[in-house]
């Protein structure tokens, strides 16, 4: 099967799975909508609770002081009714006010002439305040006015009662402020789980016991739930949110209409089903168009990769105009020329290797050709005993740059593998720089080379291995020997802050090319000697012959890269500075030792080591 019924059949492949999770999604989208919704329907009921029995409070609390003071007047009405009077003159929403005796017999009411209330009322007030032990609120069901009249009792001492006739329009204004959708309703019930207010009903309704709903099922025990259900009332189906008013024992129930409440949900949900199913048109389509524009790509793709798995590694991708099969060619094309720049210096670590080889072979060939010459020369015997004395020393020279190139290689074997290691103590780095110019001074004096070291007294100590730290200064020494005219000059020198110990080897010899600056610290890299302005000319201040004489200088180009290894090992660093024909200057940086930051230890790192590594 090709790329594009591949494409297609996964196209299809995922698309049915991709419907059947997008309707589960829908599914749990729908449910999640719905409890957000119902939640917003309950805490409107608790807001309007809240109103509801701080409204009660606020009509409750004049009565209670009225019920204090008519006990004391005992049974004297008129010394209380001004004080009717004045409290009903201040409630704008109070029709009347009176004060009933134990014997359920009214004392005195403001105004006067007004209504009295039906003997089954009084009753059912005075046993509901005395089943509750308190204050009650109940509704006037022998009232005809267009608004629901509200009783509000509050007990006196002696087991009177003072009453309270509220409007009931004061409900309506005290709800005004809950926004209610079409068709939604707010409803007060009583303890007994009759209707008291409802915001939208018919008279006959009023009174109606709803205990037996769905609704107060709902409710149960809790202090507020949330049920749909279809109204008794009117027959509309609703999503009631219902709310105990607190300590009125009442029940405070707001209704929207399930049809507006989901409306706006079911349209999202909806327009989220259509989108779906027109992306997933969309997304057909597009798998058509992408399987043919894929197809013409790839083939040139697959040309270059079998050509350059064929060995052309010059094989390279015609770029796309873009997207991912432009940017596979652009990877691919990134592939093959790192695959042919590894080639390249695989070619290069092999002529490297090489030139190694010969290298070594060179530096182990000429000084045993010189000690096998000389020794011959000295088993024929007939020198004076100066001739002899100088054949000898030559030859121990020749041995110590045997042993050095061989420890050198031993270095390099041990760094590769990871086993070099120093033990960076406190060591006074003046001490080293001297002993290394000790040490150093016959090989300078030998040919007339000036040897100097610059130490200051206050010099902080070194954190280094003393050992190593001195194999690397006479390192850079030797080689500053090595490339340095006769009768020229080697300075090193030493200054130190709070961080660091710097310390400085500088010669006067031919100095670096700038090409090769970057890559003396390379192992195996051996630099030319520099060139005039003309590219084949020393520069004006070298010798002929002192050009000629680094032109064969010896080594095998591991000395900077040993000593730059063990330099980093001690938290160290080398850095040169170098011009041809101005000479060069390597500096050593070494963090300065700090007492109480660092581990305890020996004062330096021993006497015992290999001479200094040479270039």
């Not at 990769?305 to 652009?330: K, N, Q, V």
């Not at 060179?362 to 002899?388: F, S, W, Y």
């Not at 060069?584 to 007492?595: E, G, I, M, Q």
Request: hydrophobic share 40%.
């Amino acid at each position: 099967m090709g790329i594009r019924g591949r494409l297609t059949a996964l196209s299809v492949g995922v698309a049915v799975p991709l419907v059947l999770v997008g309707l589960a999604a829908l599914g749990g989208l729908w449910r999640e909508s719905r409890e957000q919704l119902d939640l917003s329907v309950e805490k409107q009921a608790q807001l309007a609770a809240v109103a509801f029995e701080r409204w009660v409070d606020g009509q409750r609390q004049p009565l209670t002081t009225l019920a204090a003071y008519a006990a004391s007047r005992g049974e004297r009405p008129s010394e209380v009714r001004e004080d009717l009077a004045r409290v009903v003159g201040t409630r704008p929403d109070w029709i009347d006010l009176r004060v009933l005796n134990a014997s359920q017999k009214t004392l005195t009411v403001h105004p006067e002439g007004a209504d009295p209330l039906a003997p089954e009322l009084v009753t059912e007030l005075f046993e509901e305040i005395g089943r509750r032990g308190s204050w009650t609120v109940a509704r006037d069901w022998s009232s005809e006015a267009e608004h629901p009249v509200l009783l509000i009792g509050v007990p006196a001492e002696g087991g009177g009662t003072v009453v309270a006739r509220v409007d009931g329009a004061a409900l309506r204004e005290l709800f005004k402020d809950i926004q209610l959708s079409s068709g939604g309703v707010i409803a007060v019930f009583d303890a007994r789980d009759r209707l008291l207010y409802r915001s939208a009903t018919a008279a006959p309704n009023v009174g109606v016991d709803v205990s037996f709903t769905p609704l107060f099922a709902a409710l149960d025990e809790r202090r507020t739930a949330v049920v749909e259900s279809v109204s008794p009332y009117d027959g509309v189906e609703r999503v009631y949110g219902l709310a105990h008013a607190g300590v009125t024992d009442m029940v405070v129930m707001v209704g929207t209409p399930s049809a507006v409440l989901h409306a706006p949900a079911r349209r999202q949900l909806t327009r989220y089903a259509a989108l779906s199913a027109v992306a997933l048109l969309a997304a057909l389509v597009a798998t058509a168009l992408i399987a043919r524009g894929i197809v013409r790509p790839v083939r040139r793709l697959d040309d270059a990769a079998r050509a350059f798995g064929a060995g052309d590694l010059t094989a390279r991708a015609t770029p796309a105009s873009g997207g991912e099969i432009g940017r596979l060619a652009e990877t691919f094309n990134v592939m093959a020329a790192q695959s042919e720049e590894r080639e390249s210096r695989l070619a290069e670590l092999d002529r490297l290797k090489s030139e190694f080889v010969s290298s070594v072979s060179h530096e182990l060939r000429t000084p045993l050709t010189t000690i096998k010459t000389l020794t011959r020369v000295l088993q024929r015997g007939g020198q004076t005993e100066g001739e002899r004395r100088e054949y000898l020393e030559t030859i121990s020279v020749e041995c110590d740059r045997q042993i050095d190139l061989v420890l050198n290689l031993l270095d390099l074997s041990r760094i590769e593998a990871g086993k070099s290691t120093t033990s960076p103590k406190r060591v006074d780095a003046g001490e080293v720089v001297s002993a290394c110019v000790a040490m150093e001074r016959h090989a300078a004096e030998s040919r007339g080379q000036g040897l100097l070291a610059v130490v200051p007294e206050d010099l902080p100590p070194a954190r280094a291995d003393r050992t190593a730290l001195r194999r690397v200064l006479c390192g850079l020494v030797e080689n500053a020997i090595k490339y340095t005219p006769d009768g020229g000059s080697i300075t090193l020198r030493a200054e130190g802050s709070d961080d660091e110990v710097l310390i400085h080897v500088a010669d006067t010899g031919r100095g670096i090319a700038p090409e090769d600056v970057p890559h003396v610290f390379e192992k195996f890299y051996r630099g030319r000697a520099p060139e005039g302005a003309n590219g084949d000319d020393p520069p004006p201040d070298v010798s002929e012959e002192f050009a000629e004489e680094f032109a064969e200088a010896p080594g095998v180009g591991l000395g900077l890269y040993i000593a730059q290894t063990i330099t980093r090992q001690m938290g160290g660093s080398i850095t040169v500075e170098s011009a041809p024909g101005r000479g060069s200057t390597f500096t050593v940086r070494l963090p300065a030792w700090r007492d109480g930051l660092e581990g305890a230890g020996a004062h330096d790192g021993g006497e015992d080591g290999r001479t200094a590594a040479r270039g």
